[in-house]
C-alpha cells in the first residue's frame, strides 16, 4: 500500500502536462495549394535551335536535345521544354515535357511527336519522380544541373539554362555543400 501511495505522489507531481496538444498559433496561415497552369503545345522544333544535352555518364545509345526556342518557366514554376531524342542511326523521338524543381524532382510528359506534329499524352498522365538509381540519368541531370538551380529548388532563368546546356558544364561551386543526392 505504501508503494501504491508513492507511485501516486510521484505521478501527481510530474511536470509534464497530459492534455491534448494545442493547435498551431492564430498567426500561422495555411499556404496555398500548388496549381498547374494549361499548358499550351509549342511549335514544331527545328534542327537549327536544338541543343544537345551533355550527359556526364550516358550508357544510352541516344544523343538528347533541347529546343531551345520551346524552353520557357511558367507562372507555376514548371520548366517546359521539347526534348529530342536521336539514336545512332538517325531515328528520333520528340516529346514535350515539364520539370519540377522540387528537392527530388517532378517532371511529366504533356505530349509525343510525329509526323512534324504532338499528340498530347492522356489527361491522367501523373508527375513522375526524377529518380537516378531507375537510370533515368537524363531527368536526373536536367534537374540537378542544367533546369533547376540546387539547393533552391527553383528554376534557373532562361538565359542561364541554355548557357548550361550549351557549355555543359556546371560550376563546381554549385554543387558544393551538404545536400545529398
Not at 507511485?7 to 497530459?18: M, R, S, W
Not at 522540387?102 to 498522365?125: H, Q, V
Amino acid at each position: 500500500m505504501l508503494c501504491t501511495l508513492a507511485i501516486g505522489l510521484a505521478h501527481a507531481e510530474t511536470p509534464f502536462v497530459n492534455d491534448a496538444e494545442m493547435g498551431p498559433p492564430s498567426s500561422v496561415k495555411e499556404g496555398r495549394k500548388w496549381q498547374e497552369e494549361t499548358v499550351r503545345m509549342p511549335p514544331w522544333p527545328r534542327d537549327a535551335d536544338l541543343v544537345e544535352v551533355k550527359l556526364d555518364h550516358s550508357d544510352t545509345a541516344f544523343r538528347h536535345y533541347i529546343d531551345a526556342k520551346s524552353l520557357s518557366t511558367g507562372g507555376d514554376g514548371v520548366v517546359r521544354y521539347t526534348l529530342v531524342a536521336e539514336s545512332d542511326s538517325g531515328a528520333r523521338n520528340v516529346s514535350f515535357e515539364g520539370l519540377r524543381c522540387t528537392p527530388k524532382g517532378k517532371y511529366k510528359i504533356y505530349a509525343y511527336g510525329g509526323g512534324s506534329r504532338f499528340t498530347p499524352t492522356s489527361i491522367s498522365e501523373d508527375w513522375r519522380p526524377v529518380d537516378e538509381r531507375a537510370g533515368d540519368r537524363l531527368h536526373f541531370e536536367l534537374w540537378k544541373h542544367y533546369l533547376c538551380v540546387p539547393r533552391l529548388f527553383q528554376p534557373r532563368p532562361k538565359k542561364d539554362q541554355v548557357r548550361m546546356l550549351k557549355s555543359g558544364r556546371v560550376p563546381a561551386i554549385e554543387n558544393s555543400g551538404f545536400l545529398t543526392n
